[in-house]
């Protein structure tokens, strides 16, 4: 058997056959060796149990006598307890470059429990498979902004059917296969040490994007992607994507980042649906990596079905400008006191955060800041693009941070070259450092 080595997550106390016949299907092939951790609330003793929950806990520090009885606890707050541990305990062995995947099975308990420790846990791209219950519905509260693979049960868990065992199986092969992919992968990695190696080292680029601000993103992404050594992530600024990204930069999977869609802010200030919440603009600052910003589709909040848009927004007598980008999206231009508060949201968190000043630039484009706000679009409102654009450049005045005006809209190719450029010479001066 090779040193492939699979997590697997169970609720012993309540999942037991179901979860050692995952495990009976991870490792008949030969191939793969199993860690099951058990998360259950109660102990068990069984021989196929590599650490068990009284185990899990002592890991934290806690001495068998002071550790906390989890039988004693609400539901809730043993979920809350044995997410961190378990977290922690993970966290240490994926450091440890000791584990390869991770899986579990649960209902809805045990799949927020899972899901947890493998969001907290474990980077994007390492993987993950989730056999659930509740893999049918809304399913965001589980992923967030990671690759957790979710399989739905069909049946619950509860006794080793036919169909239950036949989709475990499946799950078994999923988990399977990735892990093995991985695991090659880091071999493969390993093995690239020379020098040829190490001059196709490339800088990951984080971009954001919307629709409205496409052709700005797509001549940035020619751009750059025609210099040597650049490779570019393209992140959908739908709240998941701005999330996304925070995570990739604090897991130091991006080495820059050009934030052209900030509209994300616009929703988390409003009450939008693509809020990437109020962290959001914090990481890139606070590791100190080369960022040019703007602040394309700041001119909108979005909403759902026309139906849908809340009604001291939809209700005619409080003059809000909707427009039906499609069928499922209505946007809403945000007022000039909306943008000021924009402007002060995005300033307060690079004048916080910002361990390196000069490693960012902002970029304001005066000619329209989405595709529809431009002359004789629907969003275009000089107003409220002059409160953001004024706002963002006094609140940062002697902050060390670069703010440029230019005459160009958004999506026009030169602004797209120029914040391209921008961010290169970010990375020269971090260079010639």
Known sequence: ????????????????????????????????????????RSPVQHDLIDISCTELVAAEGESEETAVDLTSLSRADYIKHVIRCATSYVSKLFRGGQIHGIAAAGGSSGTSLATAVMRDALPVGFPKVMVSTMASGDVKPYIEETDIMLMYSVVDIAG??????????????????????????????????????????????????????????????????????????????????????????????????????????ADELVGGVLSAGPDRLAAAAQMGIPQVISVGACDMVNFGPRHTVPSEFANPKHGRLLYEHNPVVTLMRTTPDECARIAEFIASKLRKYAVRPDLIHVLLPLGGISMISTPSKPFYDPAADAALFDGLESRLAGSGIQVTRDDREINDSGFAILAAKALLDLLKRRETE
């Open 1 to 40: 058997m090779s040193n492939l080595k699979i997590v697997l997550l169970g609720t012993c106390d309540t999942k037991l056959e179901e979860t050692l016949f995952l495990r009976e299907q991870i490792v008949r092939h030969g191939t793969a060796n199993v860690l099951l951790l058990d998360v259950g």
């Open 160 to 265: 080793a059917n036919s169909i239950l065992k036949q989709i475990l199986t499946n799950a078994a092969g999923a988990i399977l296969g990735a892990a093995t992919a991985y695991y090659q992968g880091l071999s493969a990695r390993g093995d690239s040490n020379d020098k040829q190696a190490r001059e196709r080292r490339v800088t990951r680029v984080g971009v954001t994007m919307f629709g409205v601000t496409t052709p700005c993103v797509d001549k940035i992404r020619s751009y750059l992607e025609s210099q040597p050594g650049f490779e570019i992530y393209v992140f959908h600024a739908t709240g998941s994507g701005g999330k996304a990204m925070e995570r990739l930069i604090r897991e130091k999977q991006l080495d820059a980042v050009l934030d052209i869609t900030t509209t994300e802010v």
